[in-house]
């Protein structure tokens, strides 16, 4: 069965800190995507990255990377020089195709809720 | 705004009343999703329709529960005799259609409809 977890359930920074943020995940699949959400206090998710389980390649865009390791089953998420709008709860998703009807339906893990103090 | 839009945005309802949501999907999407999100947890998987089909369901969704998506278009969620565990966040999602392709689309989210049931 697949499933993600994300252990840090809060983290606090200060702002201009580094903060990474942990997703491991379980599947059976061979061929999956990754996936992390943002969702601010207004409650939209909004979507950040996808990532396919072929390609391990780090991903850098601004102040955010991301770090998939297979061997590990880890997807980590880095935000560098944070910001006091960075504050949200961050979700990690795993997705697969079913086959019983072909959606790509996700998989969360239970969030991250980062703070960043001014 | 050529987002996903949900209507109504806060509902709060009396135990055994019926209550309807409304999702109009990003136009050109033609795979769409429903979740829920409870306080403190990732949202979860409730149904996906490609175009007007609903082709899975969640063992969440209740005999109490039927989404309808007519033309392919805007979809409904209807809960029949609320209870108080229905109470939650009810996100609406759509994607591309990825079939013939070898990849993924990711899933844009719309504002959420949150559900106080009393």
């Known amino acids: 069965a697949q499933k993600v977890t994300q252990a840090q359930t809060e983290i606090s920074v200060v702002e201009k800190e580094d903060v990474t943020l942990d997703c491991v995940y379980e599947t059976r699949d061979t061929t999956y995507y990754l996936f992390w959400y943002k969702q601010p206090p207004s409650g939209e998710l909004v979507f950040l990255i996808r990532?396919?389980?072929?390609?391990?390649q780090n991903e850098i865009s601004g102040r955010y990377s991301w770090n998939f390791q297979k061997s590990t089953s880890s997807f980590n998420f880095t935000i560098t020089a944070s910001q006091v709008v960075d504050s949200a709860v961050y979700f990690c998703?795993?997705?697969?195709?079913?086959?019983?009807?072909?959606?790509?339906?996700?998989?969360f893990g239970k969030g991250t809720k980062l703070t960043v103090n001014p | 705004d050529t987002g996903v839009s949900q209507d109504p945005r806060h509902k709060i309802t009396k135990r055994g009343q019926n209550v309807t949501f409304r999702c109009d999907p990003i136009s050109e999407h033609n795979r769409l999703y429903w979740y829920r999100q409870t306080l403190g947890q990732g949202p979860e998987f409730l149904t996906y329709?490609?175009?007007?089909?609903?082709?899975?369901k969640s063992r969440l969704l209740s005999d109490r529960f039927s989404a309808e998506r007519p033309k392919g278009s805007f979809s409904t969620l209807e809960i029949q005799r609320t209870e108080q565990g229905d109470s939650a966040m009810y996100l609406c999602a759509s994607s591309l259609d990825s079939r013939g392709t070898s990849g993924f689309y990711e899933q844009y989210f719309g504002p959420g409809t949150r559900l106080t049931v009393t």
């Open positions: 990532r396919n389980s072929f390609d391990e």
């Open positions: 329709f490609q175009n007007e089909a609903q082709l899975e």
């Open positions: 998703a795993l997705s697969e195709r079913s086959f019983s009807g072909g959606s790509e339906k996700l998989v």
